[in-house]
């Protein structure tokens, strides 16, 4: 038995018969002190998802558990073999060891990219280190086959830690720079909330700095990104819901070129779509900007009722369904006081226009109880050439707002 260790939780999301190599957020604020060889691991937390379980421990490689439902009671037993974690060189785009690096394990944590720096957030035990003045590094043992990240001045490198184990080294990539022009359909987008990301976030990521990252078009639509790392990123437009908080629309991938400017044009196709809400009860008071909206492409639904998990996760895992997650479309909006909206740039295809009215919350971030909601069918046509400024007008959008009970006057009609 090992005399001290530590477990630490992870979840996934993950659908289909391939989800044990899918990737696993751990939950390193939930990681416990495991003595004599001995743990108990409570998930109170449910939320949805799957459990994975990591165990690491100094002098040995860690180890992880399979899928755990959350649900029961059960023993999982761990035997832990001696090892270290990843070590090497890292180099610059010249192939010179080069002093003061950072270098960090992918996948644990929240990690967020500045400008060519990384920083650690949330109060995680993260594995971070920086290079000396030959440009050595070592790291603990903490992920299976992690995936390693280095940052310097010089460049940007992501590597497998099985590569690093075959050449010793990390050599960066030089810094790409990103310029381009935003439009709506035929007209430049001026003053417009623009942001570049890796392709996904979140606990397990690598982050972008909201500061970094994020800037505004000019008169002309035109914006330009800095020291962005090369490689598969997205460019996505940022609604403002607040004064600390956005929703992201329309994501548009992009490569971004080693070395280089890489030019993109984000936008100019689909056509808008405006229209409004109306509320079931005219009288009620609301902030039409709080809580949740989008225009979201419909996915594709079963042949028949699925009645089992395991329909489920064969339907979920089907080439029809899994081409459609990857295609998938979203768009965010404003609403005006007066119910009316306008979303830029929507492409040919079916969508759902879906809004969940709250409360005023405390802050930006989260609001009361549910006002009121709706979900309904919007067709956007074929556009000739693919583009254009004339809008498809919906008709009015009704929101069932739930009653309010007020103390001294009389209750709603029950219906």
């Known amino acids: 038995p090992l005399k001290r260790f530590k477990v630490i939780p992870g979840r996934t999301w993950s659908v289909g018969d391939d ?7 751990w939950e390193t604020y939930r990681q416990l002190e495991g003595a004599d060889g ?17 165990v690491v421990a100094d002098g040995y490689l860690p180890a992880m558990s399979p ?40 996948g644990l944590g929240y990690l967020s990219l500045e400008r060519a720096a990384l920083q650690s957030g949330g109060g995680d035990d993260l ?60 007209r430049p987008a001026v003053d ?61 991938p992009i490569t971004v070129n080693a070395g280089g400017v890489t030019e993109v044009l984000y936008g100019g196709t ?15 008071e609301v902030d039409w900007n709080k809580g949740h909206r989008n225009l979201s492409t419909r996915l594709p639904q079963p042949p028949q009722p699925l009645k089992t998990p395991e329909e489920w996760r064969e339907w979920n895992n089907s080439p029809e369904f899994r081409a459609a997650l990857k295609t998938m479309r979203h768009y965010a909006f404003q609403i005006d006081p007066d119910g009316a909206f306008r979303i830029e740039g929507v492409q040919a295809g079916q969508y759902t226009l879906q809004i ?44 069932q707002v739930l009653a309010q009970l007020v103390i001294g006057k009389p209750a709603p009609p029950l219906e």
Request: hydrophobic fraction near 35%; glycine fraction near 12%; aromatic fraction near 6%.
């Open 356 to 399: 969940h009215l709250m409360e005023p919350g405390g802050d930006d971030f989260g609001g009361g109880p549910i006002v009121g909601s709706v979900a309904r069918e919007v067709v956007v046509p074929e556009i000739p050439g693919g583009t254009s400024d004339e809008p498809l007008v919906l008709d009015d959008t009704k929101v």
């Open 270 to 284: 689909g056509r808008p779509v405006v229209g409004k809400f109306v509320l079931s009860d005219p009288d009620r």
């Open 127 to 186: 594995a971070v280190t920086t290079t000396d003045a030959q440009g050595h590094f070592s790291l603990p043992a903490m992920l299976v086959n992690p995936t390693l990240v280095a940052v310097h001045e010089s460049g940007y490198a992501e590597i497998p830690a099985a590569n690093l184990n075959a050449s010793g080294t990390i050599q960066l990539q030089p810094w790409g720079r990103v310029e381009g022009v935003m439009k709506f359909g035929s």
């Open 19 to 25: 989800v044990e190599s899918n990737p696993v957020q």
């Open 192 to 252: 417009q909330e623009i942001a570049l990301n890796s392709m996904g976030s979140g606990l397990g990521q690598l982050n972008y700095s909201h500061d970094a990252f994020k800037t505004q078009t000019d008169h002309e639509g035109r914006f330009a990104f800095d020291s962005v790392p090369p490689g598969n990123r997205q460019l996505v437009r940022l609604i403002r819901m607040g004064e600390r908080s956005w929703m992201h629309s329309q994501a548009q």
């Open 67 to 106: 899928l755990l439902s959350g649900r029961g009671q059960r023993t999982n037993d761990f035997a832990l073999k001696q090892g270290k974690g990843p070590e090497g060189v890292v180099v610059n785009p010249a192939r010179q060891p080069v002093e003061g690096a950072q270098v960090a394990i992918l």
């Open 38 to 54: 001995l743990y108990t691991m409570p998930f109170e937390d449910q939320g949805g998802g799957q459990y994975k379980l990591l």
